[in-house]
C-alpha cells in the first residue's frame, strides 16, 4: 500500500535532537507552559535542562539501555525527562499515573525499570510499587520527604555524557498497550520509530498543524502515545508552544484556551461531545482556534460538522492512535481519498512493509 502523501525523508538521529533541533534558534521563546501557574520553560531553557538532567543521570551511573519510569500527571519536566533519558541512550517507561500500586510494580518489575519519578501526590503509591519492584532511586516533582527532588538530578552539574546512539535499534521508550487480552505488554519503540512518525505527520498531504506560531492545549496524557508523540514531541519539533494541564476539567479547559489564546486543540471523542453540548463553552472566547484533532477513537461525521461549524475551524479525525508509533491519519480531501480511506486506512509519506513491532513479554 502506498500513500497518496508524498514521500518522506526519515534522518537518522535521536527523538532528542529531532524534538530539539529548533531549540537554539528559538531561545526565549516558550515551549511549554504550566497552564494552571503560568510557570514557562523556553526553548533555550528546555535544552539546558535535558543537558543537566542527562548528566545527571550519568553521575547515578544511569547508561545506555537502563529504563527509567514516568509516573506522573502532564507538567513540563515531563518532556525534560523524557528528552534527558532518550541523550543518554536510556529507556523511558510511561505509567498511568492512575495505576495502583500493584500494577504500577507489575510495570516496573516487567520493564526493569531502575529509577522512577512522580509527584508529592502519588508518592505513597510509587514508594510501595518501588518497594516491590526494586527500584534503586525515587524522584520527585516538587519535594516530598521520603524522595530525591528532581532538582537535584537538573542541578547536578558537569556535561553528560558522549553516548552513540543507533535510531534503528536502540529503544527509545516502553509505553505499556492494555491490548485486547492478558496484561499490559510493553511496546518497544525505538528512536527512529518516533522519528519516523514525526516526519510522517509533517509530511501528510495538506497537513496544517503544530507551527511556531501556534500553541497547543496539551490536557490528554503524556503517558500515552497520543499525547506523547502527537501532541508533546510534534508541538516542540515543530518549535511551537505546547500550553500542559495536569488533568481534564471542561471548565478550566474553556479558560485556558481563552486565556493563552490557543489554536490547536487535539481532542478525543467525549470531549468533542462536551464542547457540543454543553452550555458553558458559549461563555467563552474560542476564536483563537484554527484547527481540532480528534483521536484515540472513531468520531461521528455529524458530531466533527457540529463543532467545526461552533467552533468556526477545521477538525481532523484519526480513527485510532496505538502504542506502536501512533496512527497519525488526514481527513481526505477529495471522493477518491475517501475510498481509498474507507477501503485501506491511510498512511503518510511512506510504503507499508510491515513494521516490525516489539513486544517485551518480562
Same mark, same amino acid.
Given at each position: 500500500?502506498?500513500?497518496?502523501? /508524498? +514521500?518522506?525523508? =526519515? !534522518?537518522?538521529?535521536?527523538? #532528542?535532537?529531532?524534538?530539539?533541533?529548533?531549540?537554539?534558534?528559538?531561545? +526565549?521563546?516558550?515551549?511549554? =507552559? +504550566?497552564? !494552571? #501557574?503560568?510557570?514557562?520553560?523556553?526553548?533555550?531553557?528546555? &535544552?539546558?535542562?535535558?543537558?543537566? #538532567?542527562?548528566?545527571?543521570?550519568?553521575?547515578?551511573?544511569?547508561?545506555?539501555?537502563?529504563?527509567?519510569?514516568?509516573?506522573? @500527571?502532564?507538567? @513540563?519536566?515531563?518532556?525534560? =525527562?523524557?528528552?534527558?533519558? $532518550?541523550?543518554?541512550?536510556? =529507556?523511558? #517507561?510511561?505509567?498511568?499515573?492512575?495505576?495502583?500500586a500493584d500494577e504500577l510494580a507489575k510495570q516496573l518489575a516487567d520493564s526493569r525499570a531502575r529509577f522512577l519519578v512522580t509527584v508529592p501526590a502519588f508518592l505513597d503509591k510509587a514508594q510501595e510499587a518501588a518497594r516491590k519492584s526494586g527500584i534503586e532511586e525515587v524522584f520527585v516533582f516538587g519535594s *516530598?520527604?521520603?524522595?530525591? !527532588?528532581?532538582?537535584?538530578?537538573?542541578? $547536578?552539574?558537569?556535561?553528560? !555524557? &558522549?553516548?552513540?546512539?543507533? /535510531?534503528?535499534?536502540d529503544l527509545v521508550v516502553l509505553p505499556y498497550s492494555s491490548g485486547t487480552t492478558g496484561f499490559p505488554k510493553g511496546v518497544m519503540l525505538t528512536h527512529r520509530n518516533l522519528v519516523a512518525n514525526l516526519c510522517q505527520c509533517e509530511g501528510m498531504k495538506n497537513f496544517e498543524g503544530f507551527a511556531e506560531n501556534d500553541i497547543t492545549i496539551a490536557f490528554l496524557p503524556f503517558f500515552h502515545i497520543y499525547g506523547m508523540v502527537v501532541i508533546m514531541m510534534l508541538g516542540l519539533a515543530g518549535g511551537g508552544t505546547i500550553l500542559v494541564m495536569p488533568r481534564f476539567d471542561l471548565q478550566e479547559f474553556l479558560g485556558f484556551t481563552q486565556k493563552y489564546r490557543v489554536t490547536i486543540l487535539p481532542l478525543v471523542p467525549p470531549v468533542v461531545l462536551g464542547l457540543v453540548k454543553h452550555p458553558a463553552v458559549a461563555q467563552f472566547d474560542l476564536s483563537s482556534v484554527r484547527l481540532v484533532f480528534s483521536g484515540a477513537a472513531p468520531l461521528g461525521e455529524d458530531m466533527a460538522r457540529e463543532l467545526g461549524r461552533k467552533l468556526g475551524c477545521r477538525l481532523s479525525r484519526r480513527a485510532g492512535l496505538r502504542h506502536d508509533g501512533g496512527e497519525p491519519r488526514h481527513p481526505p480531501e477529495s471522493d477518491q481519498?475517501? *475510498?481509498?480511506?474507507?477501503?485501506?486506512?491511510?498512511?503518510?509519506?511512506a510504503e507499508h512493509r510491515g513494521e516490525d513491532l516489539r513486544h517485551r513479554d518480562g
Open positions: 500500500m502506498r500513500s497518496s502523501s /508524498p +514521500d518522506v525523508s =526519515i !534522518p537518522d538521529v535521536s527523538i #532528542t535532537d529531532y524534538v530539539l533541533r529548533h531549540a537554539a534558534r528559538l531561545g +526565549d521563546k516558550p515551549a511549554l =507552559i +504550566d497552564a !494552571p #501557574t503560568g510557570r514557562t520553560l523556553t526553548y533555550r531553557q528546555l &535544552a539546558e535542562s535535558v543537558r543537566g #538532567t542527562a548528566a545527571g543521570l550519568a553521575k547515578r551511573g544511569f547508561k545506555k539501555g537502563d529504563v527509567f519510569a514516568i509516573y506522573s @500527571p502532564n507538567l @513540563p519536566e515531563y518532556a525534560v =525527562i523524557f528528552l534527558a533519558v $532518550a541523550s543518554v541512550g536510556g =529507556i523511558n #517507561t510511561t505509567a498511568n499515573p492512575l495505576y495502583t *516530598a520527604d521520603g524522595a530525591t !527532588p528532581f532538582s537535584d538530578l537538573l542541578q $547536578a552539574g558537569g556535561e553528560p !555524557p &558522549a553516548v552513540r546512539i543507533d /535510531p534503528g535499534a481519498e475517501r *475510498a481509498h480511506e474507507a477501503g485501506l486506512g491511510r498512511m503518510r509519506g
